[in-house]
C-alpha cells in the first residue's frame, strides 16, 4: 500500500444505513482513509440515500453473480478498494471475495457472539431471539469475516443492559447506540493496522 495515497474502503449494506453514515461521516476530511463506495444489494435500501447526500458512489449488486462469486471482485479492484466494512449487509459473502480480502473484511453485528449469530439471525431476528432467551445482557461483536456467518475471529465487542420491558425495538436502540459510538472508531484502528 503507498504511504501516500489514502486508504480506499467500500461500506456494504442492505438497509437503513446508520451504521454506513456513520462511517462516512467519521472519515469525511480524513487524510489517510476514504469511504469510496457504498455497495447494496436492495435497490430501496436507505443507505443508497445517505450516499447519494454524502456523494458517495454506490455499486448495486444482483444475487446471482454475486454468489457465483468473483463477479464484482473485478470492479472493487478497479475501483482500488483497499478494505470492506459489512454494515447490515444481508448476503454471505462468497469465498473468491474473502480470498481477494484476506483479513480486509469486517462486520459488525448486533449480539454479543458467538451467541446469537450464524443463518436467520440477522436485525431484529436477533433481538427478539435475546430477549426470548431471558438474557440480562447484549450489545455488539465487530468481527473479521470469513466463509461462515459470524465466524470470524472477534476484533471488538461492547455491552448494554437488557432490562424486564425491553422489546425487540427498545433493545435495537440500545444496540445502534453502541454500534455508532464504536464501529467508526473501530474500523480505523483496524484499517490503521492493515496500513502499518
Ligand atoms: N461470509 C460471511 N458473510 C457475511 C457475514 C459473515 O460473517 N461471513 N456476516 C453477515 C452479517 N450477518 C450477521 O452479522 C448476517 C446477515 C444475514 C444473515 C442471513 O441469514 N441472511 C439471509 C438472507 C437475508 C436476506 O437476503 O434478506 C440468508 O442468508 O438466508 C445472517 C447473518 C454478512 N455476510
Ligand atoms: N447480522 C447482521 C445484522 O443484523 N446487522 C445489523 O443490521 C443493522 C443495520 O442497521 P443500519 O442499516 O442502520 O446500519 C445493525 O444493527 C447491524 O448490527
Known amino acids: 500500500m503507498s504511504n501516500y495515497s489514502p486508504i480506499r474502503i467500500a461500506i456494504f449494506a442492505s438497509g437503513t444505513g446508520s451504521n454506513a453514515e456513520k462511517i462516512i461521516e467519521h472519515f469525511t476530511g480524513h487524510p489517510r482513509i476514504k469511504v469510496a463506495l457504498v455497495v447494496c444489494n ?5 443507505a443508497l440515500n445517505i450516499a447519494a447526500h454524502h456523494q458517495v458512489p454506490v455499486l448495486l449488486i444482483e444475487k446471482e453473480p454475486f454468489f457465483r462469486g468473483d463477479a464484482y471482485v473485478a470492479a472493487l479492484k ?11 449487509f444481508l448476503w454471505k459473502i462468497p469465498a473468491a471475495l474473502i480470498q481477494a480480502y484476506p483479513n480486509r473484511i469486517i462486520n459488525i453485528h448486533p449480539a454479543l457472539l458467538p451467541k446469537y449469530g450464524g443463518k436467520g439471525m440477522y436485525g431484529r431476528h436477533v433481538h427478539e431471539a435475546v430477549i426470548a432467551a431471558g438474557e440480562k445482557e447484549s450489545g455488539i461483536t465487530i ?19 437488557v432490562e424486564p420491558g425491553d422489546t425487540p425495538e427498545s433493545l435495537a436502540q440500545k444496540v445502534h447506540v453502541l454500534e455508532h459510538l464504536h464501529f467508526p472508531r473501530v474500523v480505523e ?7 502499518e
Do not use: S, T
Open 143 to 161: 468481527h473479521y469475516v470469513n466463509e461462515h456467518f459470524d465466524e470470524g475471529a472477534p476484533i471488538f465487542q461492547a455491552a448494554c443492559v
Open 78 to 88: 478497479q475501483q482500488e478498494i483497499g478494505f470492506i466494512v459489512l454494515a447490515g
Open 189 to 195: 484502528e483496524v484499517v490503521r493496522r492493515y496500513e
Open 42 to 46: 436492495k435497490p430501496d435500501a436507505g
